[in-house]
């Protein structure tokens, strides 16, 4: 693999100056934890987000392309293993894209009710059930 070229580098350096732009003016000078992790249950192993502050995850999607339903499922599952687990208070859940700046935030209660119809507990209650009931193969 080689080196970045100069055209490469000027990408990723305006994606870095838009990342700490946005957590700067969100974060509001709160402590901002990189890669929060969490721990497996059931099927899923352990993993781990990309930003998480004050009640709020969110992951960084810096490809050219828009939300995808795949991205809320992903945030779904950090927020039912993190119900599960009973480390952090994630009131808040988003998406951020630097690349063609672009984001999405919503309350986790909020969220699950716009896709399922239940209420954050209902929701994520559910999914850890699922996670563990081993009624899925992996």
Known sequence: MSDPNPV???D??????RFRSFFRILGEGRPIETKP?????GIIDSCEGDVYFDGQL??????DRNIRSVD???LLVY???NFA??????ERVGLFNPRIGTYFSST?????????GRSAIEMLSELVRIFSSGDISR
């Open 8 to 10: 490469e580098m000027d």
């Open 12 to 17: 990723v350096n305006e994606q870095l100056r």
């Open 37 to 41: 992790q969490f721990s497996g249950c």
């Open 58 to 63: 969110f992951e960084i999607k810096a490809g």
């Open 72 to 74: 809320l499922r992903q």
């Open 79 to 81: 927020s039912a293993l």
């Open 85 to 90: 687990e009973k480390k952090r208070k994630i």
């Open 108 to 116: 986790i209660e909020e969220l699950c009710i716009e896709i399922s």
